[in-house]
Every structure is written in C-alpha cells, then in structure tokens.
C-alpha cells in the first residue's frame, strides 16, 4: 500500500487548511453577490416616503413633489371646486372610481382624505404625459362644461380636481392616487400608507 510513511496528522491539517481557505474565499465571492440584490441608496431614496408642509397651500394652489421619479400633486380645492365635483358624474367615464386606482381611504367622491386636499400622481393614465394644470372655468378650449381640472397636451385627455376621467378621451383610466396620510394638519406624508389620519 502506497499510505506507509504519510504523516496522518499532516494530512488532515492540510484538508481542513484547505477547506477552510476555499470557506473563506466563497464567502469573499458570495458577500458582494448577494450584496449586488440589495437595492441601492439612490434607489432607497428615490422610493423613500416624501414629506410635504401644506401650511403655506392657498386655495386653488398646485405643489408639486416627486415621489418614485413622478410627480405627485397636492391641491387645495375651494368650496365651490368640491360642489362642482358632484355636477361632472355624467361626463365621465368612472365617476365612482370603481378601478381601484386609490388606497381605500381615498375611494370617495372626492378621492382624498380631507375633502379640501387632494393628493395624486400627475401621470397621465394613456401614454404617461405629464397633463398641464387648468383650474380656470370654462375656457375657449376645453368647453362651456370644464369646471377645473387636468388637461393632456398630448392626446388631449382631460380630469377634473379629483383626478377622474372624462369620457371620450383617449386615458382610460382615472389619475392614481398614491398611498398617503398626514402626520399633522399641516404635513403629509407621501408614499406611506398610514391610514386615514
């Protein structure tokens, strides 16, 4: 047998020299592989809650943050924006907001939590343009029935203050409402879902 005169003890330090060596160089490999899946800091931040002071938002005022690289508005309607919100149900396509494109604190007639704010994501829902604010009523463009509300440059979709379609255009969809709560009166907290606070 070819075993006489091997030293025993020295073969086995060996293997397990070996062993843990080959241990230690796949665990060198394996960390920065597994550390490549973790999202990245730029990628945390740009998901990152965004927090919103109202304090300062006047009536009929548009403040745009972004929020996950979109833009997402918050208005201040005016008391005579939220009575013609119920006047626009026949001319558009989901009046009740059945395509649950809101979190369910925000599946009302206003689509928000607070009746006077309304926060959503200012993409457009057919190829994804930005629509253009247009709070004035009745314009020589957009018809004796415009009460306010989104314009598409686009494609010409067009939404009223809370976000909803009209019927007619090419979005089919109403304006997303993203996940949202106020953490005071005078703050918002866009991007988490912390109930209707």
Known sequence: MATEGVDQNKRRFLTSTTAVVGAVGAGFVAVPFLA?????ERAKTAGAPVEVDISKLQEGQLLTVEWRGKPVWIIKRTQQNLKDLATLDDNLRDPASDNDQQPAYAANATR?????????VGICTHLGC???????????D???????????????SKFDLAGRVYKSVPAPLNLEIPPHFYKSDRTILVGEDGGAA
């Not at 928000?112 to 959503?120: L, T």
């Not at 930005?130 to 004035?136: F, G, I």
């Open 36 to 40: 490549s899946w973790a999202p990245s």
């Open 130 to 140: 930005s629509p253009t604010y247009r709070p004035e009523m009745a314009p020589a």
């Open 142 to 156: 957009l018809g004796e029935d415009w009460k306010g509300g989104f314009f598409c440059p686009c494609h010409g």
């Open 112 to 120: 928000s939590i607070k009746p006077e704010v309304v926060v959503m």
